[in-house]
């Protein structure tokens, strides 16, 4: 008996729910099937898939990433809403992720044709030859040497929804802001394109992006900022917190934005600095002085945002999934910018 | 570490405070008119609410001719911004395992201590900005807003999980119609703060 309530609590406490909406058993049972590599390869990706690499990164506790699109022939990406495209059915993305040089798990989603997305996940076999299914509700601690502390934790059917579904669009990281070729030199952690990797302007070029906005085909997309270190800070900030912290209607009912706008970026900058510089925010510890606000302007010790992107306590990480480790490069360049900060920084730079 | 035999006291009074609760709560009235739109649902909400146990946690407990009884004044308005608890009382190695306020609205344990929410509809203390799509992504993943940190015991979601999206929808209907009380409830403390010094 107390075994079993022991195990109520736990679970109440650490194991969310899984939500029944997706058909595992459509789902291809190793990756080999969903046409991620050529026939016989399972490290040449086919002719029509596309490699890609956003210039600002989500830190996965310092996995290598790849990154592939796969658009259906004849098909193409509307970018009329250059902050929210619109992906036609049967387009399929994956990331691939990497240890040591080992490949641990290969993330894959996929419109469907009723318009909605599914999501799955596969573990890569001791060999390297295929990846398998992973189960709906993930594979909490797998045991890969490689992997920091000796685990890897692959997630949950739910944990996928968790940020791809906070968005405008669930595709994350594939977007105008990120594949501009105006890219960000202090971005942590980027990844050089790999050659054949596209990025917006290839994508214009071949007709898989339309519609995009004439100003952002003759001005590349750039995060505005008053400096080189507010830019890199802000487009860190994007890619690691923006899903779920945006305006669109699919975010969380939190008064602050970070997610950056590639068609507006002079009034998503002022919509982050306004919604958390000297902003005192809901969230309080002992830690943190009472004085303390979101982002304490030279002030990183009195700052929230920064003491939750710090911490790796379960109620209080931020992003709260994904991640066991904090990302030291990341951590430096928000409290960088923090440092840097003025009253005069709402000023249009 | 020593994994240490469990007995879970608070949880069971919980559950006998269930039953009392939901005989108090039986003839609680519809604080506000029923939203027109949708008055069935906001019955049938009304009953989920009434019958699942939701006050036993989000209505603070006060002291009464016959021992503890739901303070309806106050009703789901979660744990009272008042009241600021002390450090938890670490217990000894043995059968017990949470702590929990006399409002019965705080709630020490392993994960620390956790805080039971305001669900009236106060816009900036409660779900007054929590849309239906929130709310059910909230009970259905089990993680705040369906997208942050886990919701913590006792809130027992695997048993909420079963609700169909109607019932959601109606107990969301609901909630939406009680009075809103402005009280902001703490965030949960992490395991390191939760307990008085060693």
């Keep these: 008996m107390a075994r079993v309530l022991a195990a109520l609590l736990a679970a109440a406490a650490l194991a969310p729910a899984i939500p029944q909406t997706t058909d595992d058993a459509a789902l291809p049972e190793h ?69 040591g040089g080992r490949r641990v798990e290969t993330r894959y989603i996929e419109r469907q044709r009723n318009g909605r997305w599914r999501y799955a996940t596969y573990v890569w076999n001791a060999r390297g030859d295929d990846a398998t299914l992973a189960p709906s509700r993930g ?98 900030l994007h890619a690691n917190c923006g899903h779920c ?105 | 570490m020593t994994r240490r035999p469990v007995l879970v006291p608070s949880f069971w009074a919980v559950a006998a405070a269930t039953a009392v609760a939901t005989a108090l709560l039986s003839a609680v009235p519809v604080a506000r008119a029923a939203d027109s739109r949708a008055p069935e649902k906001v019955v049938r909400g009304k009953y989920l ?33 008042a009241l600021v608890m002390p450090p938890a009382p670490q217990l000894p190695p043995g059968p017990w395992l949470v702590t929990t306020a006399a409002t019965n609205t705080a709630f020490a344990g392993p994960w620390g201590v956790s805080f039971t929410a305001n669900l009236t509809p106060d816009a900036d203390t409660g779900l007054g900005q929590w849309s239906l799509k929130n709310f059910m992504d909230t009970i259905r993943t089990g993680r705040h807003l369906g997208r942050g940190r886990a919701v913590l015991p006792p809130m027992p979601i695997p048993v909420y999980n079963n609700f169909t999206d109607d019932d959601l929808e109606a107990v969301y209907s609901y909630l939406r119609t009680i009075p809103p009380i402005s009280n902001r409830v703490p965030e949960p403390l992490p395991p390191a703060q939760a307990t008085a010094a060693k």
């Design chain 2, 49 to 81: 609410v009434s019958t699942s146990g939701c006050h036993d946690c989000h209505t603070p407990f006060k002291l009464g001719p016959n021992g503890p009884e739901p303070d309806m004044a106050r009703a789901l308005s979660g744990h009272p911004q």
């Design chain 1, 245 to 349: 912290h945006n305006r669109s209607d699919a975010g969380v009912p939190v008064q602050l934005t970070l997610a950056q706008s590639a068609l507006d970026p002079a009034a998503s900058r002022s919509e982050t600095l306004r919604s958390t510089l000297g902003v005192a925010g809901r969230y309080r510890t002992p830690d943190l002085p009472p004085d303390a606000a979101l982002i304490a302007p030279q002030a990183p010790e009195r700052s929230v945002l920064l003491a939750r992107l710090r911490s790796r306590q379960a109620q209080t990480q931020m992003p709260p999934l994904g991640t066991h480790l904090t990302d030291p490069e990341g951590l430096a360049l928000v409290e960088r910018w923090i440092r840097q900060l003025s009253s005069t920084v709402e000023e249009e730079p």
């Design chain 1, 31 to 99: 990756l080999s099937e969903t046409g991620l590599f050529a026939d016989g390869s399972s490290t040449q990706p086919r002719r029509d898939v596309l490699g890609f690499a956003p210039q600002y990164a989500l830190w996965s506790d310092g996995a290598d990433k790849r990154r592939w699109i796969r658009v259906p022939t004849g098909a193409a990406i509307d970018a009329s809403a250059p902050d929210a495209w619109q992906f036609p059915p049967g387009t399929q993305l994956w990331k691939e992720f990497s240890h």
């Design chain 1, 139 to 236: 594979v909490p601690a797998l045991a890969v040497a490689e992997a920091p502390q000796g685990r890897y934790d692959v997630p949950a059917r739910a944990d996928c929804t968790a940020c791809h579904e906070g968005a405008a669009t669930p595709v994350l990281g594939f977007s105008a802001l990120q594949l501009s070729r105006d890219r960000d030199p202090l971005a942590p952690h980027v990844r050089a394109p790999a050659a054949g990797d596209v990025d917006l302007d290839a994508l214009v070029a071949r007709g898989l992006v339309r519609d995009l906005p004439a100003a952002l085909i003759q001005r590349a997309p750039r995060v505005q900022a008053a400096s080189a270190v507010e830019r890199a800070a802000l487009g860190y």
